[in-house]
């Protein structure tokens, strides 16, 4: 087989990426190592900035997302027992974001690319990238028992932290800078209103809590644990009665349970390669980077490079533009590190750290009310949040 781009992985940001070259008429072919059952069933985030929806427009996928997802013109930071206000579309000139779940974005690119006809392998089995640094790199794979070379110009890793993507770059190649955290989510989904029309994000001394949505029907919650805590542990009624205990006593009065259709640990970490290229392979997404969710910025970081690595291509195959292509690091991570500051920074002011000293504390309650308390500070958080602008590509 041959195919202009070989795109490793078919989450979002390897769909995203083969439903916008499809449209462009530059021929793509899409491997992935699981069922597209088990990609649907990952639970994952639901925050859209507006580069992502526009994006996601442009792809022509967003039927569904705007009859379905909740624009949000703010969200809530719960502090000592108290809601304060972040107005997102006040602040910055009237950005908002959108929530709309990850899976759903997954299952309407899937849906789309099945529309389209476009090719895709799911459960490849020994993946196998060759060539790289060569100007005719190819992709070796088994699939239902027989073997199969494609032969491509470019290959775009999408297949996450764990994929095999970023393995195939020789050792010496990449410098990683990584902060494991001493603590995880443990996330709750359950068909539950939600307890508040915008998101809350909570800061108590038992810990930070996050009560999200998915719909105006379903709920995600969140409450931090130590690293060390099994999802076993946790009944249902467990969790409801800590969730309570982390909200002001309001929001913990209108706060409806129901049974749980899903419950899991994730564990926070804040992770960039640099660079994210190697000869005619690049990577998107976790495969290059992650982020605490705390920031809501994992799926939209991913977006992003995905629009880079589009325009750059659009370039390469419309106007012959091969010089963009040693660019396409440079510019997805000026946005990454931005991102991975303010994750880090949401992170470091909501979380309890068990390790933190009496002054350290202290300066993390002081930080927050500073930033809550200035016109300035508000607008910052509100400036992150919504997201920063995609860069032009020239």
């Avoid at 088990?38 to 569904?64: K, P, T």
């Avoid at 810990?207 to 999802?231: D, H, I, N």
């Avoid at 504390?361 to 602008?389: C, H, W």
């Amino acid at each position: 087989m041959k195919t202009q781009v070989a795109i490793i992985g078919a989450g979002p940001s390897g769909l995203l990426l083969g439903q916008l070259l499809s449209k462009a008429g530059i021929d793509n072919v899409i491997l992935e190592r699981q069922t597209p059952e088990y990609v649907l069933g990952r639970i994952r985030a639901g925050v859209l900035e507006q580069g992502m929806v526009d994006l996601l427009r442009e792809a022509g996928v967003n039927e569904r997302m705007e009859q379905e997802g909740l624009i949000h013109e703010g969200f809530e930071l719960a502090l000592d027992g108290r809601l304060e206000h972040i107005d997102l579309k006040t602040l910055t000139g009237g950005k908002t974001v959108m929530v709309y779940g990850q899976t759903e974005v997954t299952r309407d690119l899937m849906e789309a690319r099945n529309a389209g006809k476009g090719k895709s392998f799911y459960q490849a089995r020994d993946v196998t990238l060759h060539d790289l640094k060569n100007s005719a790199p190819y992709v070796t794979f088994e699939h239902n028992g027989e073997k199969h070379r494609l032969d491509c110009d470019y290959i775009a890793g999408c297949d996450g932290f764990h994929g095999v993507s970023r393995k195939s770059i020789p050792e010496g190649v990449l410098t990683e800078f990584e902060r494991v955290y001493p603590f995880g989510w443990l996330g709750l989904l359950a068909d539950t209103p939600p307890v508040h029309h915008d998101l809350i994000y909570a800061r108590h001394e038992s810990g930070f809590a996050l009560c999200s949505m998915r719909s105006l029907t379903r709920t995600r919650y969140y409450l931090q644990v130590p690293s060390t805590e099994k999802v076993e542990d946790w009944s249902d009624e467990r969790f409801w009665n800590e969730l309570r205990n982390r909200l002001p006593c309001e929001q913990a009065q209108k706060l409806v349970t129901g049974p749980s259709l899903e419950k899991s640990i994730a564990p926070l970490r804040s992770f960039v390669v640099e660079p994210m290229q190697y000869g005619h392979l690049f990577l998107l997404g976790d495969a290059a980077h992650i982020v605490p969710p705390t920031g809501a910025k994992g799926l939209n970081l991913a977006a992003s490079d995905v629009n880079t690595l589009y325009r750059i291509l659009l370039k390469v195959y419309q106007e012959g533009r091969t010089d963009l292509l040693k660019k396409y690091s440079e510019i997805c991570l000026r946005r990454i590190w931005k991102a991975e500051r303010f994750s880090w920074w949401m992170t470091s002011m909501l979380h309890d750290f068990p390790n933190n000293d009496a002054f350290t504390k202290r300066m993390q309650q002081t930080e927050l009310d500073y930033f809550v308390g200035s016109e300035a500070g508000r607008r910052t958080i509100a400036e992150n949040y919504v997201g920063l602008p995609y860069e032009d590509i020239e």
